[in-house]
């Protein structure tokens, strides 16, 4: 049985807040990704938008192997 850990939004492209714990603990590490970033990079801008992109991108790609597949959605779709 497989456990999906970001479903898809109901409007538009994407993906919605997590639905099981494996999920939050991926949004948590996330955030605290970014806080971490803004502590110690602050004074190196670079360094700062480099750490953001890959930890956004780690993010994206979890949400793609984890998650429903993405597609545009009108509010109506199942």
């Known amino acids: 049985m497989k456990t999906t850990w970001f479903p898809a939004k109901r409007y538009g492209w994407g993906w919605g807040p997590p639905t099981c714990w494996q999920g939050w603990v991926v ?6 990704g970014v806080a971490a970033c803004a ?3 602050r004074d190196h801008i670079w360094a700062y938008l480099v750490g953001i992109g890959v930890l956004s991108i780690l993010l ?3 949400c793609w192997l984890k ?3 993405p597609r545009w959605r009108w509010g109506g779709d199942k």
């Open 67 to 69: 998650g429903e597949q």
């Open 60 to 62: 994206i790609a979890i």
């Open 27 to 32: 949004l948590a590490v996330y955030v605290a």
């Open 39 to 41: 502590l110690w990079l």
